[in-house]
Each structure stands twice: as C-alpha cells, then as structure tokens.
Nanobody, 129 residues
C-alpha cells in the first residue's frame, strides 16, 4: 500500500510561482501530478519514473500546456515528489493530485490517470489574473 500526502497549494497572481510537495510511503515505479477542474476529466501534468523505469525510458514527461513552466522532481532521501510551478496562468487553476503506481508503464501511458493505483487527497491551486 502506498500513502500520498500533498501540500503546498494556495492562491497566487498570474505570473507567480508555487511548489507542491507529495510525501510518499511505500515502493513505487511511477509518480505524477494531475489536475482537475469541476466538470472536466482529470488530466496529467507531469510524471516521472521513480524506479527501474528511469533507466529504460528516461523522463520526466510533461503535458504540452506546462512544458517550460513546470518542473517535476524527486527527493529520494525524503521520499518526496515536488512540482515547481512557475509563470502560472489563470488556466492552471485546479485541484492538483499526486499519484503513484507500482507497475512500469511505457511513456505514452504516463499521463493517463488509469496508469496509477494510488492518489493523494488533492491540494487546490488558484491563479488570479
């Protein structure tokens, strides 16, 4: 079983920055950040291989909408996943979720929620114009 606890959400003006954190317990092979707004499907934002998949496939992988603005990283010593979000836009407003999976998936599947078995409770990010 993997437990995930997110933190770091909040409100910021457009152009600002936030860093999300996800403390994880248990072994994982893939982890990622997803976001969701009311009435829309959950979408992948940034994902990373946390185990052997990194050697096979490299990464990380980002949604086109956040490339160049968001950075996903992992602190192995703290077993914590981060999402550094810069140049935030109002359209980045959403509930952000941390996700983890035990099975290695090919890169084309990493941004799909169905590839992940475990989810955090979510943290709200609000960007005002």
């Amino acid at each position: 079983q993997v437990q995930l606890v997110e933190s770091g959400g909040g409100s910021v003006q457009a152009g600002g920055s936030l860093r999300l954190s996800c403390a994880a317990s248990g072994y994982t092979n893939i982890m990622g950040w997803f976001r969701q707004t009311p009435g829309k499907e959950r979408e992948g934002v940034a994902t990373i291989y946390t185990g052997a998949g990194r050697t096979l496939y490299g990464g990380p992988y980002y949604a086109d909408s956040v490339k160049g603005r968001f950075t996903i990283s992992q602190d192995n010593a703290k077993n914590t996943l981060y999402l550094q979000m810069n140049s935030l836009k109002p359209e980045d407003t959403a509930m952000y979720y941390c996700a983890a999976g035990k099975e290695i998936k090919v890169p084309t599947l990493l941004l799909y929620p169905s590839s992940y078995n475990y989810w955090g409770q979510g943290t709200q990010v609000t960007v005002s114009s």
